[in-house]
């Protein structure tokens, strides 16, 4: 049976890989709260979880059943609609930017080729289509994200949820820009918008990204770093800084509604990890199976996010402000310029 | 035209940050502070008034509650108040490792200040570390005097008991250990460039105007004005020991962290050469109507027994006259002044307390920055609501 001029086990292996890479973002998330206490834990000369379940693995899922069985709350002041749309808005695009991340090569089954990126289909002489504004659809999904917590700050009518909600709007207009033009410098190598062509063209020792001009070696450390910013990741966590304004946007939020914000956080955090990957560190390739090459180099920036949590202090409002618009923005700038230079010289 | 409206923020009593219960109420313009006004007396027990209802050495347990972060240095201004007014001589045993454990108390205290400050920066990993050698120095407490935190170790006319065996070594573990947690802090912190941008320039409160609002010890030093009681006004053989007095001169944040982290290596040399000079002899002078008797007295023989009672529940009565005893506590000057009437309780006792002069200078440090300026502000003054409310 044929629908399309594809075999149903076609469709079948697409749908499989879409559950799996769902899947394997979800444990993720809930193991990247238990990798994060038991990492800083350590850092931080304590033990960390270790009660439930060996070594306290099922840390995740006692916290999950925990947040599900609280009594939700919703203010008598709030804006009902806004407060429950606000964690909606805040998790959904935090998992749908993963959709057009290749996190592997293809495969082949029944004489077709399957590639492993969710928004992606082979035809049958085995050429691959995928998104071919990728990156587009993925700085359009983070700024989308921006939105639940200024819904979830203004709705729940607190002020510090307020404040919380207008630090993370500026914060993330100002790092969006950044981030944005250090792309512009992956695109002027790739001469490509689309993630599958990106990572095609990355193989090899050198072939990475971050690797092919000094130029995109500075972009990719900013890309990561204004990614940071943009997902409220320390030193830039500052719309929940606990000790300034308790717990910022979601202050007055309980049981589901604040895991899911919670979740929203971690997922961002696995998105953001997973684009640098692919943008400057070459995807999937590399010396291990591709899929595992593409995990690995997530996890150690996984890793590498709550090592910069343990370390550093926050940054100030206006800090960060200056930051994003005094420092990366002209940097950034000319990073294009020089790289437009070196290219031309030197890779043409 | 346009018009200006505020936002006002309470902050606290159960904010993260104000450092226990300390009520801030803000007026907000953005996140630009226009006002603060601190509410206080959420943790008022009126220990100046229950000390009038108490013999001298009854109120004494009532001081290590106040600054509860540094509960031996309270006892130290206590005892040497009590003792100014009676006349004794304390033995110089006891002065020594009384300047010891007042010295490692400091250590405790700064340690808890700099924890706190960095956790409400945001530096969580600072915090822990600190938490990890404080311990150490509440371990040696517990061998002194059975108690982690309120302590009551001193005695009008000396101590409680002699040091257990191995108090030396201990503390020479601590004078060993120390300076390398301290470079571990400041290799986190003082090199740290969010940090530097968080504490320079932050909190600026100028000489004139810290000794205007009487600010005493770290937070005025680190306004630059070199003023140390330990120094300036020595007592329990302060004079002795050979330290630095750190001053600060940018008058900010990053001033008063500097301050306080030489502080806590000048108190481990003071520590050092205590130590040294550490001589065997008798823990507690020898005056009967004051002192307790030693406790093998108290054990085996009746009159001890009944001398023992006799000081316990009566106490002793103070000469007729009014003294005054201020000690450099790890916070500031912390002082008490007594008055007493010729019976065996003080008529009155006021404590000048350290932390509370401090906080009247939040507005003048906090006003026209930014919230997150004010978290930084509250943390460099190092407060203690024990010791505010009283």
Redesign the interface.
């Known amino acids: 049976m044929e629908i399309m001029g594809l075999p149903l086990i076609y469709y079948g292996a697409m749908i499989l890989k879409v559950l799996l890479a769902f899947v394997f973002v979800l444990l993720t998330v809930a193991y990247a709260t238990y990798a994060e206490r038991k990492i ?1 834990g350590h ?4 033990i960390g979880p270790n009660r439930t379940g060996p070594m306290g693995l099922l840390q995740p899922i006692a916290d999950g059943i925990k947040l599900f069985f609280k009594e939700e709350i919703i203010p008598a002041q709030a804006s009902k609609f806004a407060f429950v749309l606000a964690p909606l808005v805040a998790l959904i695009p935090a998992f749908i930017s993963f959709a057009v991340i290749p996190f592997g090569d293809t495969f082949e089954i029944a004489g077709y080729k399957v590639p492993l990126q969710i928004a992606a289909y082979a035809d049958q002489a085995g050429k691959v289509f995928d998104l071919n504004i990728g990156v587009l659809y993925i700085l359009a999904m983070a700024s989308l994200g921006v939105y639940g917590i200024v819904l979830a700050g203004w709705s729940s009518n607190s ?2 949820s307020l ?1 919380g909600g ?2 993370a709007s500026a914060q993330m207009i100002s790092y969006e820009l950044a981030a944005g033009l250090a792309i512009v410098c992956v695109f002027m190598v790739s001469e490509s918008l689309s993630l599958q062509q990106i990572v095609s063209d990355q193989g090899g020792l050198f072939g990475w990204y971050i690797f092919r001009t000094p130029f995109t070696f500075v972009a990719g450390i900013i890309f990561f770093i204004c990614s940071l910013a943009e997902i409220n990741r ?2 830039f ?2 719309p929940e ?6 717990s910022g946007f979601c202050t007055e939020y309980s049981s589901m509604k604040y895991a899911m914000f919670f979740m929203a956080e971690y997922a961002n955090m696995v998105t953001v990890c997973a684009v640098t990957t692919t943008l400057f560190l070459g995807g999937w390739h590399g010396p291990l199976p591709p899929v595992l090459n593409f995990i690995a180099k997530v996890y150690i920036l996984m890793f590498v996010c709550m090592w910069v ?11 960060l402000m200056k930051l994003g618009w005094k420092v990366f923005l002209p940097t950034t700038l000319f990073l294009i310029v020089g790289n437009a230079f070196w290219i031309t010289l030197f890779q043409k | 035209m346009a018009q200006k409206e505020t ?1 006002t ?1 309470n902050m606290g009593p159960q ?3 104000t450092h226990g219960v300390l009520r801030l109420v803000i007026e ?1 313009d953005g ?1 630009i502070i226009d006002k603060i006004t601190p509410h206080i007396g959420y943790l008022h027990r009126g220990i100046e008034k229950l000390s009038e209802h108490r013999t001298y050495h009854q109120a004494l347990p009532l001081t290590d509650r106040m600054d509860y972060l540094a509960p031996m240095s309270n006892n130290l201004g206590y005892v040497l108040a009590v003792e100014k007014l009676l006349g004794v001589e304390v033995p110089e045993r006891a002065k020594t490792v009384r300047v010891i454990t007042a010295e490692l108390t400091r250590l405790k205290s700064h340690l808890v200040w700099l924890a706190c400050h ?8 600072v ?3 600190c938490f ?1 050698e404080r311990e150490k120095v509440m371990e040696i407490y517990e061998k002194l005097s059975g108690a982690r935190m309120t302590s009551n170790y001193y005695r009008v006319g000396g101590l409680s008991a002699d040091v257990y065996a191995g108090f030396e070594k201990d503390v020479q573990e601590i004078i060993d250990t120390f300076p390398g947690f301290f470079d571990t802090y400041e290799g ?2 003082t090199k ?1 460039t ?2 530097l ?2 504490t320079v320039g932050n909190g600026v409160i100028s000489a004139e105007d810290a000794i205007d609002a009487g600010i005493t010890g770290p937070a005025l030093r680190g306004s630059g004005v070199d003023w140390d009681l330990r120094r300036d006004n020595p007592y329990s053989g302060y004079e002795k020991y050979s330290f630095k007095v750190p001053v600060g001169e940018k008058c900010d944040t990053f001033d008063r962290y500097k301050v306080r982290l030489v502080e806590m290596r000048e108190a481990v040399k003071i520590i050092s050469q205590a130590l040294n000079d550490l001589k065997p002899g008798p823990v507690l002078a020898d005056l009967p109507q004051v002192c307790y008797p030693p406790k093998e007295n108290v054990y085996n023989s009746i009159e001890g027994l009944i001398h023992h009672f006799k000081i316990a529940s009566e106490g002793f009565a103070a000469p007729e006259g009014e003294v005054y005893q201020g000690v450099e506590n790890p916070k500031g000057e912390l002082g008490y002044y007594l008055v007493s009437d010729g019976s065996n309780k003080p008529y009155r006792m006021r404590v000048r307390p350290p932390s509370f002069v401090n906080l009247s200078a939040i507005e003048k440090m906090a006003k026209g920055s ?4 004010l ?1 930084a502000v509250i943390g460099t003054l190092d407060i203690v609501l024990g010791e505010i409310d009283r």
Not at chain 1, 309 to 319: I, S
Not at chain 2, 370 to 373: H, L, N, S, T
């Open positions: 800083i850092m931080q000369v304590r002020k510090y404040l207008l630090r320390t030193p966590d500052l800084a606990e000790t300034e304004l308790v949590r343990a370390t550093y202090p926050r940054y100030r409002y206006d800090q | 936002m923020v904010h993260p940050s907000l996140e960095a956790l409400d920066i945001g530096a969580m990993t915090f822990l570390y990890r986190l912190l740290n969010i940090w941008q968080r930014m919230i997150a300026d978290v």
